[in-house]
């Protein structure tokens, strides 16, 4: 996610934005709702009727543009528990569920894996991946990192697209977008400035850098066993963030935050040096096991 904040939007907007609590969740009736969208195989459709392999997949139909937007919006306010209900519910098994599914039987081969000799533990760990080679994407860069990711970069597939990442919206298949490589314009560059709270084989961490031209930060949780780590994409993040210098200043609450968020800042008005402070940082591991740091004279890259 690459949002603006400021220290008084952020607490307004925390509950729709990357939220953790479901105290407030909206439900949405997934069989008062679907006649927006029904769910078809691909040789059910007359535009990609086909023989093979490819027309036995599931996809979501949507009657028009409108009802896509409308189940898109609702499945967004969703918590992950709400979205795998809607899903089992419909009877699709989409991306989402795909995703999720991957997930968990990657955290339950690392929980195996802690339970055992450390050969074994790599080869429980090792074969959980190669399960899903070639279906998802994992690091090319870091061998070490076994998150597993979808092979597209669209937020909207990723919740309504079938498993390639497609819907259909009335009678036109609509593709996602690749996903970008690890370089790509508008990514998050890391300054040398991180906060780390530790629960069991689970680290949080807060990292300070930018996003194009503003300040930014990310957030981001890993458990780590036999020099193997796997992100924990559903942990959520709180804190108080203050940075400084040059006579500028920009304060920001987090609050049940995820992933890369940009400043209003731009990187060049604190240039070369910038100062933070980070109060109270947790996470959804350990929401009592909180750490503040301060870190003068950060190069601004």
Known sequence: ???????LTIIMMAFAIASCSNNDEPQFNAVSENSDFEVIT?????????????????????KDQAAFDRTLAKVKEMDDSSKRAFFNEIGFDGAYMLLD?????????????EATDSITGVKIIRDCVAKYDGILKFSE??????????????DKAELLGNKDGNVMIGDKLVAPQAAPGPVYNGGFIKYKAEVK??????????????????MAFELETYKRILGIKKSDKKCCYDGDLEISGNGKFEKARIHNGKGAWK?????????????MKMTNFSST?????????????????
């Open 101 to 113: 599914k991957a997930d968990e039987e990657l955290d339950h081969a690392f929980d195996l894996a």
């Open 1 to 7: 996610m690459k949002k603006f904040l400021s220290y």
């Open 42 to 62: 691909l040789s059910d459709s007359p535009v990609t009727r086909s023989t093979g392999e490819y027309s036995a997949k599931q996809i979501l139909k949507f």
């Open 197 to 214: 709270v530790k629960n069991g084989h689970y680290t949080s961490y807060f990292r300070l850098g930018r996003i194009g031209q503003n």
């Open 141 to 154: 860069t870091d061998l070490s990192d076994v998150t597993p990711s979808l092979p597209f970069a669209d």
């Open 263 to 275: 400043l209003y800042s731009l990187a060049s008005v604190y240039s070369p040096r910038v100062n």
């Open 285 to 301: 591991r350990n929401s009592n096991n909180k750490v503040s740091k301060t870190i003068d004279n950060i190069l601004v890259k």
